[in-house]
């Protein structure tokens, strides 16, 4: 066990043959926007409903402030949670809803007054104080569900999928606001979602899930730029992977020969050594297109290759290519810095050029011969 204010042990979770959370070990700071990050089934609800008290594990402890709460039932653990479907009292006024757990714990009138009334000004819903659920938008009613969670001031606030259900816009306000509420509040908060975008905006650190393990944990921007796994890579974004062996190495950098493509200068971050085999991941942003190839000079020290236009799509901010070179298809993006309309744009079947410089490719998954 560490000092840390949340700690999973070594914690593993089965149902039947099926092994959903797997030897996981988790340390997490008091104050902390935590995210658990992977696709559906990998385990991450799991995760969550051991940390409420609604599952037990099957080995590995929890400790919350050095508490160990593994055994605990949920009614004496200080976590609530915040779930997709908002899971208000439809026959209770807005007010109500929040002031529930106050009541339930037999709070003074006064002091629920004070805190529901708190409640509902850090989320904007004082004049709605007196209209029932059915009467809200949804993302009204996450707010409120938000609150009714925080009143009492627990913990650990556990948000499952909270904003599934609500459309792209209200989506995007929802996160404003959501990280709003967390610098008000200071509280402890984990996030698990399948969306990148949303614990890429939100958290302080996220926890890349697979298959029940942790396949990394980073802060956002380090998870993106320098994935651990050739899974982080492909889950977090778009990327494109090149596979090869490493034929020489020249101080920082080294020669890639992946089979059937040209060679490859990439920075050898990991310091590995001729003959070792590595998924070079190049994120489509990070790749020019030109009509021409870039001058001489600067030729030298970047890779460059022949393609061909393949297939456009035009997605708002952006152009997305897949280009075919050397028998490969490899996707690039061209933001619209500019109206578009006044731009010259690559066509379908063009001949072009794709550029790239070495440090801006990361090797994962190092598999040594």
Known sequence: MTNEFLVFDHVTKRFGALTAVNDVSLAISKGEFFSLLGPSGCGKTTLLRMLGGFERPDSGRIYLEGRDITDLPPNQRR????????????????????????????????????????MLEMIQMSEHAWKYPGQLSGGQKQRVAIARALVDRPQVLLLDEPLAALDLKLRQHMLLELDTIHDQVGITFLYVTHDQGEAMSLSDRIAVINQGRVEQLDVPAKIYEA?????????????????????????????????????????????????????????PEKIRVTTNPPPPEQGASINVFPAVVKDIVYQGVYTKFWLMASGKQIATIQPHSRFLLDQETLTWNEHVFVWWHPDDGYMVEVEHQ
């Open 79 to 118: 976590i609530h949670t915040v779930f997709q479907n908002y899971a208000l009292f439809p026959t209770m006024t807005i007010w109500d809803n929040i002031a529930f757990s106050l009541r339930l714990a037999k709070s003074s009138k006064a002091e629920i007054e004070e805190k529901v009334d708190a």
């Open 227 to 283: 994935p651990a796994t050739r899974f982080v890579a492909s889950f977090i974004g778009d990327t494109n992977f090149i596979s090869g062996e490493i034929v020489s190495v020249e101080g920082d950098y080294c020669t890639i020969q992946p089979e059937g493509f040209p060679a490859i200068r990439a920075f050898n971050d990991k310091n590995l050594k001729v003959g070792q085999m590595v998924d070079l991941s190049i994120r």
